[in-house]
């Protein structure tokens, strides 16, 4: 189903709106009475920003052992840490 609305009422009432949208629902945004933008729902998608986990990602490192090698932390210090 599509709503149309002007802006200043979506402006008062947006979670309601939002909330349409998330049924399902389209709203067309008119201003002066002129459609001038279409808010409508996201194709699903798993949600999974819960978990963080993403599998396009792969790790080619050891996770556990230090990031940077020992002997290179003194560079990080900068002249003042060297020793």
């Given at each position: 189903m599509t709503h149309t609305v002007n802006v200043a009422v979506l402006k008062n009432s947006l979670s309601e709106f939002l909330g349409k949208v998330?049924?399902?629902?389209?709203?067309?945004?008119?201003?002066r009475n002129k459609p001038v933008a279409k808010i409508t729902p996201l194709a699903s998608r798993p949600n999974r920003s819960t978990t963080g986990f993403d599998p396009t990602v792969q790790i080619h490192a050891d996770l556990e052992g230090p990031a940077i090698p020992p002997e290179d932390w003194g560079i990080l210090a900068g002249p003042e840490g060297a020793r």
């Open positions: 998330q049924s399902g629902d389209s709203i067309l945004v008119c201003s």
